[in-house]
Structure formats: structure tokens, C-alpha cells
């Protein structure tokens, strides 16, 4: 796993870039200093890593202090060049100004320490390490020879300042770094490597302190840089001088991800690792309703590195701050409402195994339309088992915002009942007579849906089964006669199948209180006629009537009676 460089202390140690075959070691500085790029920290070797001289002689300058011992402005340095070249060999000098020259062996103090015919500081450093490094605008004090005061230039890698390590040189030049205090502070020893490659004769110790340049000129000369002493103090010597030694800054994002813990060195190490692609939409319904759910979804981001690990989704309510609500593999996240809510928004940002993270990819904002759905009374349940007469339902329609509320009724689909309720009062649903004869066994579904007057809705669902194991009808009025009625032809049509019982019977005095029956049942299923035996009546009109009766009894077909017709003289 990773870490933010911004998380590291100032002093942590940091391996990145490379001198001499080996990683170069930094410490933070500083973080986010001011006239430093944003969002940045400042590192700083931790030791001398190399000597050299600040500019070479330039035979051909006007200025003898220049022509003798070299050039102290900054801008125009060997120095300056070197540090911020990636160069070849050798490949890494132009010359800035029409006397400037090279710092070959036979324009640095003594021949010490020449570095024309090196590659460029940069040259050793990855594609990946030159990249991070974020170009610095930075001030330099000039000599009086230029016109004194200061001016600015931008770099990758540069000295410090007198300032920035918190002393008082001739200018002004930004402001202290955070880990420069006192004397102690600004001490400086060399690296094994430093010594090993230095020709100087009187070179130090390896891991003793020395000299090392800052970027200012004295102000009163045209040849003389500034530096810090062994004891920490201000120093300074002719630019020519390639005895002294070089512990040159920069800075890096503070997103920059590093190891999470040291190395056998002590140090944390750069970890190069590209981050996702953002979500290249992300999708919001254009419908937003309070105290409801809200499904939000988004495009899948890709990796360079293939190590993607999720996303980040922020929601913001109003003019409020943005807030995670999810982190995690998928690509759909249902979110819940507040009632009361005005507005909302969502972004989301995809990350990978080592923290890295994309941009974010952030939806419209959504108005939120604050209305509660109505609330019919009771739970979604089944109402069991029915034989006889059809289930009934009692039940309530409240909307808690008051608007009016219509509910349909409905069985298996069809509707029973449409009207505007009554919020509050008991309703009850029922299934005529009539609908009910036409319901067959088996299982059945009834349906309360009550929707208000912003088209939200809420539906009860209720279960039932009919299982009539008989049915019986019987004629109401009777078919009047002006005659005694003495035979009949009655057809009866339907489902009988074994096991069931049917019924049927017939008479001829339909108009009496206690009717004549007569059975007629394998008559009429077998189409024949019957002739009444019954002679008498008690009303004053003849009449027939017909009544049937349907048993299932041990049949598992369906049993049903279809039609009954015929005549009678």
C-alpha cells in the first residue's frame, strides 16, 4: 500500500532521482510554503551530495572580478544549467550570456572539480522522477553590478535562498523553510559519494560538515555567492570555487504517493503509479422525490497500472459541502432521500490499490420534490380460504401532506371500484355477487392502489382462494303459464366430470310457496323430456322454475355448470 507524501513529517527522509549510481536521499522542508506551487512539499538533500563551483571564469567579460573568479548571478550560473538538465554527457552547457563559459578545468579555481563534460543533474533521473518534479518560481538577490535588488526564475531543482534557510543576507528572497531554526539547523555534512568524487585536495571526511552554496550574490560584488558555513553560519566565497559543496531543493506534489513505511535506510520510497481514468459519466434520475430511495449509477473507470479498486461517491444536499456516502467495487449506489431536502448532487472519483485517485465526474443538480406517498392501513397479506361467501377488506388512506387521494379496487387485474377516498374513514372493499360467481378456484390476488394529486402511489396487496366445493341456484321468479304445464325438455351444459354429483330439478306450480319438485337430472343431462306428475297449485298462476345443485365431491377436474336452457307446454 501507499501513502501521500503530504502525510510524512518535516525531516522524513525520502529517497528520489539518482547521483553517482545511487538513490539520492531528501528530507521534507516544508509543505505547502508560501510562493511555492500549491498543494506542493518542499524536499531538501539531507547532506552535501556534491562539490562544484556556482560559475566558472568568463574570460571575455568586461567585469574583471567576473573575467578572474567568475559570475555571481544566478540566473546565468553554470549551476542553474546544470542542475535543471537531463542532458548527455557533456551535451548539457549553452551559454547564457555572450561571455559565458563553460566550467571546464581551465576556468574553475585550481582545476577543481570541473563538471563541464558530465552529463546534466537530471540525466540519472527516471522519465517517471523528472515528471513529478513541479516547476518553482523562485528570487534571487542580485549584485549591484546588475543592477542590484532581485528578480525570479522558474526551476525543477535549485539552491536555497539566504531566507529560506533563515539568514540575513543582502535581500529578501521568500520566506523560511520550516525546518531551518538556528545554526544547528543549517549544518550540512557530505555523502561518501561527494568525497569519493571530488578532486579537491583538501577534501573533508566523509560525513563531515562543509560548505555549501545558497543562490544569492553579495550585493556589493560581482563574483562572490553566498553560502552557509560549517557551523551553520552565512558564508560566502568567488563563484569559481569548486571546493564547496551543493544541497540543492525542490519541490513535488503532496499527492505524490510514497511507500508506507522506511527502507533498511530510513527512508520511504516514491511509488510511480498512474491513477484511474474518472467515470466517464455518472447517471442521476431527472426525478427526485423526499423521503424516497434514489438509485444512482456510473461508468467504469480503467487503470493504466490494471490495479483499480473501486469509488468514491459524494452527495451534496443544497449549497452544503460535498460528503462520501459510498466507497466500494460497484458501479450503483441507492441512496435515501431526506424528506425536506431542496436539491442534491453526486460525484464520484475512482481509485486503485495504491490510493491513486481520478478526477471527479459530477452530475447535474436535482431538485427534490418533497411528497410523501399515501399510507393504506394494515400489511401486504393473504386472507385464506373462501367456499361460500367472497373475502372482504377494511382498511384507512391517509397522505400525510393532505392532498386528495383516488383508490382503485382491484381483482386479479380487474377493476372493482375507482373513487376519491375519504382520508381517515374505513373503507371497505368487497366482491359482488355476481363478480364473485364468475371467479373460479384457485388462487387470487386483490389490489388497493391509492395515488395522490402529485402521482405518488402506494399499493396494499392482499391473497386469497376460492374453494367452492358446491354450487346451488335456484330461478327467482318462475316462467308463468297460461295452463297447467304438463312437460318440459330441459338441456343442461358443463363440466362433470367423476367423482362430482349433479343435481337438477324442475316444477310446474313455481308461483306456491312450498313448490312441487321433481327431479330431472339424468333427463336433462341426456336431453329428454319430462312430464309432470304435480297437478295442483296453491297460487293463482301457474309457473315453472328450475333449480340446480353441483357437488365436487372426490373429482380433482374442474366441475362448472355452463348453461341451463329448454322448454316447457
Known sequence: MAQKLSNLANKSKVKFGSLYGSPIVWIVADKNHAGYPSNSVTLVTNQIIKMLCFDATEPSNGNSDRRNYGN????????????????????????????????????????????????????????????????????????????????????????????????????????????????????????????ANSNYSSNPGSGAAWYYWLRDAYAGSADLARGVGTDGTLYGDSAYYGGHGLRPACNLSSDLLISDSVDSDGCYTVIYNQAPTAPSSITVPSEVLGGENLSISWAASTDPDGNLSGYVLERKVGSGTWAQVYKGSARTYTDTITYGWTSVQYRVKAYDAAGAESAYTTSATRTVTNNRPPVISGTDSALGSFST??????????????????????????????????????????????????VVNGSHTLKIVATDAKDASVTRTLTFTKAVTSVEFEQTLAMEADAMPTKALVNIQGNFPAGCTLQVWICNNGNDASPTWEDITQKARTGQKHYFTNQTKTAAAWGVKVKAKLLRGSATETCYIQSIGGNFA
Open 72 to 195: 555571481n548571478r544566478y540566473i546565468h550560473s553554470n549551476l542553474r544549467q546544470w542542475l535543471n538538465s537531463p542532458a548527455a554527457a557533456g551535451q548539457w552547457y549553452t551559454a547564457q550570456h555572450s561571455a559565458d563559459q563553460t566550467p571546464d578545468s581551465s576556468h574553475v579555481w585550481n582545476g577543481v572539480n570541473p563538471y563541464s563534460g558530465l552529463a546534466g543533474f537530471l540525466n540519472a533521473f527516471t522519465a517517471n522522477e523528472r515528471a513529478a518534479l513541479l516547476n518553482t518560481t523562485i528570487t534571487v538577490g542580485k549584485s549591484s553590478t546588475d543592477g542590484g535588488g532581485t528578480e525570479t526564475c522558474t526551476d525543477k531543482i535549485f539552491p536555497l535562498s539566504c531566507t529560506e534557510v533563515g539568514l540575513s543576507g543582502d535581500h529578501v528572497c521568500g520566506s523560511k523553510l520550516a525546518i531551518f531554526s538556528d545554526n544547528n539547523s543549517r549544518i550540512a555534512t557530505v555523502t561518501a559519494s561527494c568525497v
Open 389 to 438: 361467501a367472497a373475502p372482504s377488506y377494511e382498511y384507512t388512506v391517509t397522505d400525510a401532506d393532505g392532498h386528495q387521494v383516488d383508490v382503485v379496487e382491484m381483482l386479479d387485474g380487474v377493476t372493482l371500484r375507482s373513487y376519491t377516498v375519504t382520508l381517515g374513514q374505513t373503507n371497505t372493499l368487497t366482491i359482488g355477487s355476481e363478480a364473485w360467481l364468475k
